[in-house]
């Protein structure tokens, strides 16, 4: 923290120029009365290391990392918690007042609270869970619904061979079907989860066939512009519980938030509104 107890806080990704982070974290410090700033800050890969090192000299107590750079950062850190080991990457990094960086990933938290607040009554044990894709994202989930007790977790990408490489890394509640077969699991699972970029906002359709879809089964959307995907509205048609990508990016932001500028920020209605504006 600078001397002036201005404390200073960020987002280190490339490009970045797209993040709502900034946003979010200057809504809560506005909201809370803190004096901080939280800053966008575009870094090519080669310059990283450099970069994460000299930020606690210039007075910040911590950063959020985004892609591509998740992965690498845990070169950079001297702690790793238990659950950014086990998922491979970092998006949370605390500055400790005796010079540590200490790394976290709170994706998984974020996408659970998420679910807890969006679906009430969800619970991960209630049956098998259907993850599309297989990167950082996608490892987040899987780490989550196994904590969370999900009985199994069914997992499928384009190419196969990453969700392989998951289902190595988790054990055997973690199956692997073909990107085409997809549908056919759909009709089975509790919880459908896309960790995809399909369905976005200038991204090719999400193609999945979904007439296996059952009522009441929880089906989570990590996209978040738009708000509403096609795979949402096709779930609420089908008398399924749409759940939106937004309140995870809302929710793992909390964590960071609170060890950087000492308090914990809500997520409510109030910072959804101001986010989407």
Known sequence: MSENGIRLAG?????????RSPQLHGYWLRKLGIR?????MDVAPEDLVEVVRALPKAGFVGVNI?????ERVLEVADLISDRATLIGAANTLIFRKDGKIHADNTD??????NLRQQAPGWEASAGPALVLGAGGAARAVVCALLDAGAPRVILTNRTRVRAEQIQAD???RVEV?????AGNAVEEVATLVNTTSLGMTGQPELRVPLDGLRPGTVVNDLVYA???TRLLQVAEEMGAVPVDGLGMLLHQAVPGF?????MRPEVDEAVRAAILR
């Open 36 to 40: 901080g700033h939280y800053i966008p």
């Open 170 to 172: 988790f054990g055997q």
């Open 66 to 70: 985004t892609i591509p750079h998740k």
């Open 226 to 228: 738009p708000l509403q």
């Open 258 to 262: 609170e060890r950087w500028f000492g």
């Open 11 to 19: 987002v280190i990704g490339s490009p970045i120029a797209h993040s």
């Open 177 to 181: 079907v073909d990107w085409v077969q």
């Open 108 to 113: 998984g938290y974020g996408f659970l609270e």
